[in-house]
């Protein structure tokens, strides 16, 4: 189980969707598997010799999501459980709820090794596990009695087989992925299966279902060269029959093919790592939204799960500061002066080959500038869909800011309109109403679009891209550019037409960090960003500084090395402030005696 | 008989409103309608190992590469997590043939006979024959214990990487001096990553006698490599499952599938007096929930408190199927722990996210290429009682 984790793409295309050790009883395991929505429990049971062989037992379960129409199949008991507020709590560590998870038992898979090196797997399930209520059930809801089950009516009637059909043949194929070699026998059997009644008191009788038998699906991999075929000895006392047709059934079953499919190469040592082609992330947002931030908890999340990410940074000032902010070396590969959409579409194909080259990132993200228009970059990047999958345009937006942004500036709305995944960031510092009414807004600009609220940028990779990276939509890259200019053909407008230009202020002396704090508040909303390295006459140190309308950073630069101490400022009409920068903030020298 | 409603519009309409309990149901019978299911004992063990009064850590180094880029570079152009790291053509095994095509044999035949007395010569064919040569660190620590009687022992968990960082850093803090003199009485090593393991020589070189711990799963190029580095002590196998070593302090094998192409990881418990459990981890690649529950399961330990935790941190080794119990952080508030050392593994963002949240992080001070001081860096120490 924990070799085929490694790999996502492997997981994703075995039909896996996420599972967890049970955090109580590590032995046991919950899963959710493709095309169900309910989870999936397996247990160790028991474990003994037989003859020459070993077998272990695990007991299976599943949990359905009570919205599942399977549920009225269920025990009357399971469908309580299961609208049961601790429902979810009590399944992900259902091995100590042992009255709870009995419930929902389904069948056992058995898996048997030989000395021989032969190993069976067998699904063990009824086809349909019936009881009845031999007094009935009723209940009494708001003052009426309702009858629920009539007496000698069926409470549960499962159909066990097919519920656990989908688990094992996962399983199975992911053995087969492990093992390097398809199952080289399969057989189907069947024995007798009961029925129970049960009353008040309990279980009273169990009597033969005549028609639903407890059916055995059993794979066999051989593993020693000139080793025998699997022969299916039984081992219990139960007396199985062959079912010599059944094995027509499983033709298609995914467990005959040990490639996965949708791997580009065989198993060979060189691409034993499945080569995927990267994934591409937009992230557009306009400036001091928080993208940084965010970009640092999406690099550490990969990193923790030895994915690789390569940020294709822009930065239109002049200098690249991120990378520095960033304090990690996860391949910046720095874009020269100039906006990503605009100047440099060329270059941005050269980088990014570059970088897969170098590199071979799981992961290529394009942080575009706060003023790109990703509608613009977007067809131009349809040429690299040979070479990377597409993954998502996600805009970060600024709580605080963006309201007023959007009256102001069609770059925004154009940033939303494109955008699959949005993130509202810097809730914390916004009042209610205004996130509320940012929703709005967003909601008219862009009713596909997926919006989630956050604060400093945290928020699971997994939640916004789904389980395993593979996304809960997937962006076309030539789709139509959803601009709000008219009469233009194919490429959008880009920053120049919205009089956003950036200057570069270097410090000569020390600054002082009320003047600067205050400089900066009182700067006007055209000046959208300022940031920068200075130093402070406080402590002759060297300090990151961050500006957007209304809010002030400043923190300590924690690089070893000592850069050129600069501001960059990104705006309209910035030769007014240029102008006076430098005697508002820096230390004044003495006067002369 | 045929169910004549929809149970599920019934089972809506009980729960919401009126609630479960309100709902008087006659008749139902909550039964095990296949074979019980056999749920095996989940009673606590209690095994008793001891106590001691007191483990200082020292973080001999935490920066097991420099560069994360040119790591993930090497693995991705390699084949990716599946290949075996001896291929790779890492420092200290290497060819000449480029990335990916080295291997143990050839690797070692280059360097063997100058392990591990002379490790500046090998280190110089080293930088010959092999790759990304300057990115090797290594991850080591020193635990100095007091036991109860006021006995004080030493143990080295970990040998690193590179033989040049790794004896620098040795240096630094004086570990070849302890162990010229036989002050350190045993190297356990918690699993055969090349960032953990492939430095032994270090150690080696100053007390070629040093009794060594490794844990079972070890392949065959791991084993042969502790005769070729010259070793001529005691070699313990622990197998899987706990490990008593001296009262107070044990450790437990976890057999656990590990990238690159490991297998098990050894990691320490130490049970402090009158304070709780400590736990000492290399990488933890077994996840911590595995690791706490195991204590929790396995072990008694004083006042029944997690007392402390040092070392990389990894939740489970499998991604959720629900996103939000990724959280690193909401998993690690469940087992309350008193005092908090992270580094290496764990991730800087990570570790500012524990700090914000209150946790008890002891602070480094970033020094010797730590990177940031929500690290417990190189040099680094902490006390536990």
Request: charged share 20%; proline share 5%; glycine share 8%.
């Amino acid at each position: 189980m924990m070799r085929i984790n490694f790999i996502p793409g492997v997981r994703q295309r075995l039909g896996w969707r996420g599972m967890r050790a049970c955090p109580q009883a590590p032995m046991g395991l919950t899963a959710r598997i493709e095309d169900r929505t309910g989870i999936y429990g397996l247990y160790p049971s028991t474990e003994q010799r037989v003859g020459r062989e070993g077998v272990a037992t695990f007991s299976l379960f599943y949990f359905p999501e009570p919205e599942d129409d399977i549920i009225n199949a269920y025990s009357l008991a399971a469908g309580f459980a299961a609208y049961d507020a601790s429902y979810l709590d009590r399944l992900r560590d259902f091995p100590i709820h042992t009255e709870f998870a009995q419930l929902f038992h389904i069948g056992e898979i058995e898996v048997r090794l030989a000395p021989d090196d032969q190993l069976t797997l067998s699904l063990i399930a009824p086809q349909r596990d019936r009881t009845i209520a031999v007094e009935g059930i009723s209940a009494r809801l708001h003052g009426t009695h309702q009858t629920l089950v009539e007496p000698g009516g069926l409470d549960q009637d499962l159909p066990c087989h097919d519920l656990a059909y989908p688990f094992f043949e996962i399983l199975a194929a992911s053995l087969a992925y492990a093992f390097e070699q398809a199952p080289t026998a399969l057989q189907c059997e069947q024995t007798d299966h009961v029925k129970r009644g049960f009353d008040t008191t309990g279980e009273v009788w169990q009597k033969l279902d005549p028609e639903h038998t407890l059916d055995a699906l059993r794979l066999g991999w051989t593993f020693s060269a000139n080793g025998s075929h699997p022969t299916f000895a039984p081992i219990d006392p139960r007396e199985w029959s062959r079912d010599s047709n059944a094995a027509a059934r499983y033709e298609q079953a995914k467990w005959w093919n040990p490639m996965v499919p949708g791997a580009r190469h065989s198993m060979d040592k060189s691409t034993m790592g499945i080569e995927e082609k990267p994934k591409l992330i937009l992230l557009t947002g306009f400036l001091g939204a928080g993208k940084t931030t965010y970009l640092s908890h999406f690099i550490e999340h990969q990193a923790a799960r030895n994915q690789f990410v390569a940020i294709i940074q822009n930065e239109i000032g002049e200098k690249g500061l991120d990378a520095r902010l960033l304090g990690q070396h996860y391949a910046v590969e720095e874009i020269d002066e100039g906006c990503v959409c605009c100047t440099l579409i060329d270059n941005l194909t050269a980088a990014i080959d570059l970088i897969c080259q170098s590199y071979q990132p799981d992961f290529i993200v394009v942080e575009t500038t706060g003023l790109a228009n990703p509608a613009n970059l977007l067809s131009e990047l349809s040429e690299l869909e040979d070479r990377l999958e597409f993954s998502s345009v996600t805009c970060i937006l600024d709580a605080l800011n963006a309201n007023t942004g959007l009256e102001t500036y069609d770059i925004m709305r154009d940033q939303i309109a494109v955008a699959d995944t949005i993130l509202i960031n810097k809730v914390d510092l916004a009042a209610a109403p205004q996130v509320e009414a940012l929703k709005q807004t967003i909601h008219h600009l862009n009713p596909f679009g997926r919006v989630h609220l956050t604060t400093d940028g945290d928020i699971s990779p997994r939640t916004l891209y789904g389980v395993n990276f593979e996304g809960p939509q997937k962006i076309a890259a030539s789709a139509p550019c959803g601009c709000s200019h008219d009469g233009h053909e194919h490429h959008c407008a880009t920053h120049h037409h919205y009089g956003i230009s950036s200057k570069i202020w270097h410090p000569s002396r020390q600054i002082q960090k009320e003047a600067l704090e205050a400089f900066l508040l009182a700067l006007p909303p055209t000046v959208l960003r300022v940031k920068g390295l200075v130093r402070l006459a406080q402590d002759d140190g060297l300090w990151v500084c961050q500006h957007v309308p209304n809010s002030v950073q400043l923190t300590r630069y924690r690089g070893t090395d000592t850069p050129v101490e600069f501001l960059v400022f990104i705006g309209e009409d910035l030769e007014e402030p240029l102008a006076r920068v430098d005697d508002a903030v820096s230390v004044r020298l003495a006067a002369p005696a | 008989m045929n169910k004549s409603f929809d149970r599920r519009t019934f089972l809506k309409g009980a729960t919401t409103g009126v609630g479960l309990g309100l709902v008087g149901v006659m008749g139902l019978y909550s039964y095990s309608p296949l074979r019980k299911a056999h749920f095996p004992n989940v009673d606590r063990k209690m095994t008793d190992i001891g106590t001691l009064k007191s483990v200082h850590v020292t973080n001999i180094s935490e920066t097991s590469w420099f560069e994360n880029a040119v790591l993930m570079g090497d693995i991705k152009k390699a084949g990716g997590l599946l290949v075996n790291q001896y291929d790779y053509n890492w420092p200290p095994f290497g060819n000449g043939k480029g990335l990916g095509k080295g291997s143990y044999e050839e690797g070692i035949a280059k360097i063997k006979q100058y392990l591990p007395h002379d490790l500046e010569k090998a280190w110089s064919i080293i930088e010959q024959e092999c790759v990304s040569v300057d990115n090797a660190g290594g991850f080591a620590a020193l635990l100095d214990i007091e036991e109860l009687d006021g006995t004080k022992r030493k143990f080295l968990l970990d040998s690193g990487w590179s033989y040049k960082w790794m004896d620098e850093c040795f240096k630094r803090e004086g570990i070849d001096a302890m162990l010229r003199n036989k002050e350190i009485e045993a190297l356990i090593i918690s699993h055969e990553h090349f960032d953990h393991y492939w430095g032994l020589p270090v150690t080696l070189k100053y007390d070629p006698d040093i009794t060594i711990y490794i844990p079972e799963g070890f392949y065959e190029e791991g084993k042969q490599y502790i005769k070729d580095s010259g070793h001529t002590g005691k070699l313990i196998e622990v197998k899987n499952g706990l490990n008593k070593i001296i009262p107070g302090l044990a450790t437990y094998v976890f057999p656990v599938p590990i990238i690159c192409r490991v297998f098990g990881e050894q990691s320490i418990y130490c049970n402090v007096k009158d304070k709780g459990l400590v736990s000492v981890t290399g990488c933890c690649h077994q996840g911590i929930i595995q690791f706490a529950e195991t204590a929790y399961n396995e072990l008694k330990y004083e006042n029944d408190n997690f007392y402390g935790i040092y070392g990389g941190l990894h939740i489970s080794p499998f991604d959720d199927w629900d996103p939000k119990y990724d959280d690193l952080v909401i998993s690690l508030r469940n087992y309350d722990f008193d005092v908090i050392g992270c580094n290496h593994c764990t991730g800087l963002v990570c570790a500012n996210k524990f700090i914000q949240a209150g946790y008890p992080v002891v602070r480094g001070t970033a020094q010797h290429r730590s990177k940031d001081t929500a690290y417990l860096g190189n040099g680094d120490t902490i006390t536990f009682g």
